[in-house]
């Protein structure tokens, strides 16, 4: 089963920008829909935005015209660009596949913190 590391986080102030990465252990190339997740302190772990192989993105309400993401299969890597990001954003950021019959165990994640 593929495994997926993420990274790319850290301190941001509002309004900023940041780029986050998703490398896997193997081949994303099967894995039709690839997803960001964020988990906020006290809430629950929530979706994000996916992204289909052949490049057809969903974006939650809250980030949409926000934040962008894309997949490079022969990297084997998912990316997150965030902009205007804001402190509601503050989170875990996780990525997996989004069919639950595809998930692989959750990684550690990678901490956003938007703060001044």
């Known amino acids: 089963q593929v ?5 790319g986080g850290g301190l941001v102030q509002p309004g900023g920008s940041l780029r986050l990465s998703c490398a896997a252990s193997g081949s994303i190339f099967s894995i039709y829909v690839m997803g960001w997740y964020r988990q906020a302190p006290g809430k ?3 979706l994000v935005a996916t992204v289909t192989s ?3 993105t ?4 809250s980030v949409k015209g926000r934040f962008t993401i ?12 965030m ?3 804001k402190p509601e954003d ?10 639950t019959t595809e ?4 990684g550690q994640g990678t901490l956003v913190t938007v703060s001044s």
Do not use: I
């Open 44 to 46: 629950q772990r929530a």
């Open 54 to 56: 052949d490049g057809t």
């Open 103 to 106: 998930q692989s165990a959750w």
């Open 3 to 7: 495994q997926f590391v993420e990274s």
């Open 70 to 81: 894309s997949r490079d299969n022969a990297k084997n890597t998912v990316y997150l660009q």
């Open 58 to 61: 969903y974006y939650a309400d």
């Open 83 to 85: 902009a205007s990001l």
């Open 90 to 99: 503050t989170a875990v950021y996780y990525c997996n596949a989004f069919r």
